[in-house]
């Protein structure tokens, strides 16, 4: 089963939060096992926040990536550019429907 986990933060500068994830897309993420891939979302009605989503094919994976320490300097990263503590949702795959 597939594993999402959400990040949701608040920003100011949301092209520096989106150049974080493209710079982590193209250095890590043939690297991170079990990585699916990943979105940035903003808030229609809420123009400072934003969801990270990352997919991986199971909690596992998510777990081994979380503890590499290109992951951790990663998050060290994201935390100087939101405001306040990034909110962690993590969420189980139960169905999928793409057209």
Do not use: C
């Not at 400072?48 to 951790?72: C, G, I, M, Y």
Request: charged share 30%; proline share 5%.
């Amino acid at each position: 089963m597939h594993f999402t986990q959400h990040i949701v933060v608040e920003t100011d500068d949301p092209s520096a939060l989106a150049d974080l994830l493209y710079e982590w897309n193209r250095d890590q993420s043939a690297d991170t096992p079990g990585y699916v891939g990943g979105r940035l979302l903003s808030f229609r009605d809420k123009p400072r926040k934003f969801v990270l989503e990352a997919e991986f094919e199971s909690w596992e994976h998510a777990q081994k990536n979380n503890d590499r320490p290109e992951t951790q300097k990663w998050a060290a990263a994201l935390k100087d550019i939101v405001s306040g503590e990034p909110k962690y949702e993590n969420l189980d795959v139960v169905a999928a429907f793409r057209k």
